[in-house]
């Protein structure tokens, strides 16, 4: 039985992965990175990426849009928010 994929699909699985990049944050590991990466590409399973001068370097189907950079931002923020709430949890 054939599987029925849609164009968008296919070209994204077709396509040649570039690389993109966002900055190294202590609190904001690559994992939190790859997580949405996955998110936002199911299909593409290998985001081989690096750190060069705080920065993590990484493989995406295409370039990450200005939305997708403030997405990211945003869950780094939430996580610190997270974590300050713990904290101060903790202190009382």
């Given at each position: 039985?054939?599987?029925?994929t849609?164009y968008?699909?296919q070209?994204?699985?077709?396509a040649?992965?570039v690389?993109?990049s966002?900055?190294?944050?202590n609190?904001?590991?690559?994992?939190?990175i790859?997580?949405?990466?996955?998110?936002?590409?199911?299909?593409?399973?290998?985001?081989?990426?690096?750190?060069?001068?705080d920065?993590f370097?990484?493989q995406?189907?295409?370039?990450?849009?200005?939305?997708d950079q403030?997405?990211?931002?945003?869950r780094k923020?939430e996580?610190?928010r997270?974590?300050?709430?713990?904290?101060?949890?903790?202190e009382?």
């Amino acid at each position: 039985m054939a599987t029925w994929t849609s164009y968008g699909e296919q070209a994204a699985a077709n396509a040649q992965p570039v690389w993109d990049s966002f900055p190294v944050y202590n609190d904001f590991p690559w994992e939190e990175i790859e997580a949405f990466l996955q998110e936002k590409w199911p299909h593409f399973k290998d985001h081989k990426h690096r750190m060069e001068n705080d920065t993590f370097i990484f493989q995406v189907p295409k370039k990450l849009t200005l939305t997708d950079q403030l997405a990211l931002k945003e869950r780094k923020n939430e996580k610190q928010r997270q974590l300050r709430d713990t904290e101060t949890d903790e202190e009382c």
